[in-house]
């Protein structure tokens, strides 16, 4: 009996240490975006991640608009996933330097820095209240080493996600809100 109450306090403890690194590293970054330290921001940030989630997001709803009047043959989602995906890509580029990825973050103004279009906006990351208990209740877990926040009390706020990975926990997406992909999406040529 000792043994098993030893496991579940064990396994206790690894759950509490488990969602206070995660709670500690979210209020890390909420607080990098507050005082718009964009340095700070990108070491606690995984680029790769959040360029490929914003990419697949802009993607789909490229498909979305170009199957929105007819299905999409095979061969046509292959062309626009490719094409469509390189052009995603650059326009992504552009949101992830330093300075457009700290904008994003702290005021949820999503632009074209180049012809500055404004997209639409997502919940600002500054305003997020960081008290454990609010913030335990925006955290939703998505894998083993991920889990998303929402920046609102809706899902068209937007959220972010962040994983786990080497020595902590690190900005690996951004949810954006329905209306700003699909402002994006009629942005990208049709053919």
């Known amino acids: 009996m000792r043994w098993l109450i030893g496991i579940v306090v064990v396994l206790l403890a ?49 498909l979305d608009r170009l199957g929105a009047k007819r299905p999409i043959k095979p061969l046509e989602r292959m062309l626009a996933n490719t094409y469509g995906a390189s052009i995603a890509d650059a326009l992504v580029s552009k949101l992830l330097t330093e300075e457009n990825l700290t904008k994003l973050l702290r005021t949820g103004a999503v632009t074209d820095i180049p012809q500055n279009a404004q997209f639409g906006k997502l919940a600002s990351l500054a305003n997020l209240d960081t008290s454990a208990l609010r913030l335990l209740g925006r955290i939703s877990p998505v894998k083993l080493v991920e889990f998303a926040i929402a920046l609102g009390d809706d899902a068209d706020s937007g959220g972010i996600s962040l994983h786990f990975e080497g020595d902590g926990w690190k900005l690996s997406g951004v949810q954006l809100p329905a209306a700003a992909l699909r402002t994006m999406a009629d942005s990208l040529p049709v053919k």
């Open 14 to 62: 690894l759950l509490v240490i488990y969602v206070g690194s995660a709670v500690w590293s979210a209020k890390g970054l909420v607080d990098a975006v507050r005082s718009g330290n964009g340095g700070e921001i990108l070491l606690r940030t995984d680029l790769p991640r959040v360029k490929r989630s914003l990419t697949d997001q802009i993607l789909a709803a490229y």
